[in-house]
């Protein structure tokens, strides 16, 4: 049994708890939050035995093999690396931390303590992204052209005012690092290295460190190009997140509330999964989607039987360098 130690019971805390419950051979331990309420809760809520407000209470306890972190972006590196230094393997939300320096230092951290390190980007995990990137490893788009990207969400100000992390420079990121993050991600995992990015962003109406508007344009080293537009600014609501890959010889659009429906599906060639598409669409309610507990068994797989996970620091880093690329060219 993998025992797991959670630190930071907010939000996306829910996803975790309720992702792990769902696994036969690893539970929730014990759980931590600065806000004795937030800890204590969740122990109730989710029948957790030991609940702390003191992170390094949690390090010392030795039934823990691993450390989920679900605190503000800009902890991640320091919580995780206060983890490796324990012994123990770490799980952070993603993205890894808010500045590439912070998250080398606890991928060297991990690599020193000889520890695991996971990201969690679970949307990699959802069947439509799946296929597609099956189609992609048989080859069938041929050569990329080009790969967009939007992200048409909307988050109101009381978003942002209900933590003061949110919206900050320091431990968030704007809409790009956070909201778009999984789609970033997704950009740069389809198109490879990375030759040169441009970009605009803007906080044209949220009362916000960060931007709540942006456009990037990458151009690939393999000479494809590519774009993410995002706002959080949409009216009324969350319209659209989409990837859409035009390949020589294929086009494929992943659309749904968080990469969950192929929208469009077509390729020179033929192969009998195609006709499994509707069956890989799913659409869940939430912009979270529901890949945690895809995200949990990649995870627990890799720790039990040593094999590559998903997504690890090296995978997570390259999303958080693209990120600052896009923040360094900002105008
Ligand atoms: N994978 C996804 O799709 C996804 C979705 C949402 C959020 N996230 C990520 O999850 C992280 C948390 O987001 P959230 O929406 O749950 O935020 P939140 O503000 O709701 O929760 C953060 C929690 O961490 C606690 N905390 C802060 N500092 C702490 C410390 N030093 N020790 C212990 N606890 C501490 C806070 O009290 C709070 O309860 C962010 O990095 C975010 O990007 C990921």
Same mark, same amino acid.
């Given at each position: ?18 992702? &792990? ?39 010392? $306890? ?61 949307? $990699?995990?959802?069947?439509? &992204? ?20 939007? &992200? ?57 460190? &960060? ?23 949409? /009216? ?56 945690? #507990?895809? /995200? /949990?068994?990649?995870?627990? #797989? ?24 896009? /923040?360094?060219?900002?105008?």
């Amino acid at each position: 049994m993998l025992k797991i130690g959670l630190i930071g019971c907010g939000r996306i805390s829910k996803n975790h708890f309720e992702a &792990v419950a769902d696994q036969a051979d690893a539970e929730i331990a014990a759980c931590c939050d600065i806000v004795e309420e937030r800890a204590s809760g969740a122990a109730s809520t989710y029948g957790i035995p030991v609940w702390t407000t003191r992170y390094q209470e949690m390090l010392e $306890r030795k039934d823990i093999d691993l450390i989920s972190i679900c605190t503000p972006s800009g902890f991640h590196p320091q919580h995780g690396i206060l983890a490796a230094r324990a012994g123990k393997h770490v799980l952070t939300e993603k993205p890894m931390g808010c500045r590439l320096e912070e998250a080398d230092e606890l991928i060297e951290t991990c690599q020193k303590h000889g520890v695991r390190l996971f990201v969690v980007l679970q949307n $990699r995990l959802n069947p439509a &992204v799946k296929l597609t990137r099956r189609a992609y490893d048989e080859g069938r788009f041929g050569r990329i052209y080009m790969i967009t990207s939007n &992200v048409f969400w909307t988050r109101p100000q009381e978003y942002y005012d209900m933590a003061p992390w949110r919206g900050s420079w320091a431990l968030d990121g704007g809409a790009f690092m956070n909201q778009a993050s999984h789609y970033v991600d997704m950009v740069q995992w389809f198109g490879g290295e990375i030759d040169k990015v441009e970009a605009i962003t803007a906080t044209l109406a949220r009362k916000i460190e &960060v931007e709540d508007t942006g456009a990037a344009i990458i151009r690939f080293k393999n000479g494809a190009i590519g774009s993410i537009n995002v706002t959080m600014l949409t /009216y009324p609501k969350n319209m659209e997140g989409s990837i859409t890959i035009l390949g020589e010889k294929g086009t494929v659009r992943i659309g749904g509330t968080s990469m969950n429906k192929i929208e469009h599906w077509q390729f020179g060639d033929i192969r009998p999964y195609d006709k499994e598409i509707e069956r890989h669409n799913t659409n869940p309610d939430s912009v979270y989607g529901f890949g945690h #507990n895809g /995200y /949990y068994q990649n995870v627990i #797989n890799s720790i039990m039987n040593d094999s590559i996970p998903s997504s690890d620091g090296l995978e997570g880093r390259k999303s958080l360098c693209l990120l600052e690329q896009i /923040y360094m060219k900002k105008s």
